[in-house]
């Protein structure tokens, strides 16, 4: 199978609820931006992977029609917050598979202020599932945001188990700003001190207001291509996927009694797993990591999912700035979901959008040491979960 290279990526900066342009005039910038990175024409696009929760069926077609109408296949895809790297899945299996040589993933978003909640009110949830587990371990509370509940409650399950305190998490929203004062994509640049976020809105659990990322409305892409095609256009695709893997919900989910395995913790172990035996490399061969901090809580463990840090070693790994500059890794040097922002569809392709330019060298203020590998870890809840390395082509 043929080693698949992003050629291109595109992205425009997040915004607040209100404060953007339309979802399908989003899209299409940022699709535009990655077809110019990648120097290649819309008509040499194979295949399109478009993508985005909160839209009507079709919109990918609706945005990419701004682009150009080419005849292509063009497949909408929706995975909760793992949206925009469900598409890179599909479109990176295309090239491998020999389907396509060049192949475009893009995902965008236009969220409303405020917490996630349903939007189908008149049958049942698609997470009921989940929820009556949630509700088995928790209680039922009516006075928190559902999906604080959910997360806060793995909050509560890590510290049941190992201890760390409130302030541990906490610490987490801090070095999430300061990454985040030096990418002009992000929504939220300014510091922010532990006193501040500790004394911030009580959300449920460890969590405060500003321990979770806000809704946030925005677009990127990549273009993905076969290394026959890049030589055969002489593009310059100096960053490729080495491994990926996206897994969904195990029995323990469901079965376990714990908050953490609600939230995914199996799904993110198993998928990491699989990576770096595809890869041949382990945690301590990657230099950059951006991995879904929708919440503090879910950043924490996903330090010891992924492997970062042995089990019941993440506040060591915390205090010991481990997850920072200097440190072992350098967790979300984008500023992550919780100071870049989160628009569902779009946050997998900017994850991407960030690991790419680390590779290649061009992330500013916020570039990264030494990089030869860089891992990238996203999830939804209902559920999946993709997790992808990437190294130089």
Request: with cysteine; aromatic share 8%.
């Amino acid at each position: 199978m043929a080693r698949t290279l992003i050629a291109g990526v595109g992205m425009i900066p997040f915004a607040k609820p209100g404060q953007s342009a339309d979802w399908d005039v989003m899209a299409e910038q940022a699709i535009r931006l990655a077809l110019t990175d990648a120097g290649v024409g819309y008509e040499q696009i194979q295949q399109a992977y478009a993508g985005y929760v909160y839209a009507d069926s079709t919109a990918g077609q609706s945005a990419l029609y701004r682009v150009g109408c080419t005849g292509i296949p063009i497949v909408n895809v929706n995975n909760n917050c793992s949206t925009g790297s469900s598409a890179l899945f599909l479109a990176r299996q295309m090239i491998e598979a020999g389907a396509a040589d060049c192949v475009l993933a893009f995902g965008f978003e236009q969220m409303l202020p405020g917490a996630l909640g349903a939007v189908f009110t008149d049958r049942k949830r698609t997470l009921d599932p989940h929820l009556t587990v949630q509700e088995q371990i928790l209680g039922k509370d009516d006075t928190s945001p559902l999906v604080a509940q959910q997360f806060g409650g793995a909050g509560l399950d890590y510290q049941q188990r190992y201890g760390a305190p409130d302030d541990v998490f906490g610490m987490i929203s801090v070095k999430a700003r300061r990454h985040a004062a030096n990418n002009p994509m992000a929504l939220f640049r300014d510091p922010i001190s532990l006193e501040e976020v500790m004394g911030s809105k009580h959300l449920y659990g460890p969590l405060t207001r500003y321990q979770a990322c806000p809704p946030t409305c925005g677009a990127a892409a990549a273009v993905l291509v076969s290394p026959a095609f890049a030589a055969r256009h002489g593009l310059n695709a100096t960053v490729a996927i080495l491994g990926q893997s996206m897994t969904t919900d195990y029995a323990e989910t469901f079965t376990g009694r714990s908050m953490m395995s609600v939230v995914g913790y199996e799904m993110t172990r198993e998928a990491a797993r699989s990576v770096y035996e595809q890869a041949n490399v382990g945690p301590d061969d990657i230099q950059a990591v951006e991995l879904h901090d929708c919440f503090t809580a879910n950043e924490l463990i996903s330090y010891e999912g992924l492997g970062l840090c042995e089990e019941g070693g993440a506040e060591r790994y915390i205090r010991d700035g481990g997850n920072t500059y200097g440190g072992r890794h350098v967790v979300n040097p984008s500023g992550g979901l919780l100071s870049k922002g989160h628009p569902l569809g779009a946050t997998g392709l900017a994850q991407c959008y960030e690991l790419t330019q680390q590779l290649r060298g061009t992330a500013d203020r916020r570039q990264v040491e030494g990089m030869t590998h860089a891992l990238q870890h996203n999830l939804g809840l209902g559920g999946a979960c993709v997790v992808t390395l990437y190294g130089r082509a």
